[in-house]
C-alpha cells in the first residue's frame, strides 16, 4: 500500500496527543485495515496511526482546484485546465495557477479544440432552457 498520496482537507488542523494534521499537506499511507490506517509525514519525518474514521478527512491529490492552492507553490508538473471552455476563467484565474509553479517549464496550459468549446457552448444554452422552462 506504501506510496499512495493523501492530503487533509478538513477545515481546521488536526491535534490530538503527538499527532498534528495541517490542512492541504499531503501526506504518504503506510499501511490500512478496516479499523486504522497509518500514514507518514516526509517533512515532519513521523509516522501516525489513526483511527478509520479519519480517512473522511483526506482526498487524493489527483486534481485541486485554482484556489485550493492559491498561496501554494507547486514543485511538480501541473496542467491548468478551462481556460478557453468557462466563463468562470479569466486571465486573473490563468495568472493564479501558473503562478503557483515554482517552475514555468512544469505547466501545461490545455486548451480544448474549437469543436469542444462549441459542443460545450451549445449544452450550456440547452441547460438554460430546460432550467428556464422547468421553472
Known sequence: MGGLKLIYKSKKNYKYNNIR????????????NLDTF???????????????????????????????????????????????IS????????????????????VTIFVYDDKEVEKRRKSKTRLYFKKTVAG
Not at 495541517?22 to 499501511?31: H, M, Q, T
Not at 513521523?46 to 483526506?58: G, R, S, V, Y
Request: with cysteine.
Open 87 to 106: 466563463s468562470h476563467t479569466d486571465r486573473y484565474y490563468v495568472w493564479t495557477a501558473i503562478t503557483r509553479a515554482t517552475d514555468l517549464n512544469n
Open 21 to 32: 494534521l495541517y490542512i492541504n499537506y499531503d501526506y504518504e499511507i503506510k499501511s490500512i
Open 38 to 84: 497509518t500514514i507518514y509525514d516526509d517533512i515532519e519525518k513521523m509516522t501516525m496511526k489513526l483511527d478509520i474514521e479519519m480517512l473522511k478527512h483526506f482526498q487524493l491529490p489527483y486534481s485541486e482546484t485554482c484556489h485550493s492552492v492559491q498561496g501554494m507553490s507547486i514543485d511538480e508538473e501541473l496542467t491548468v485546465f478551462d481556460c478557453n
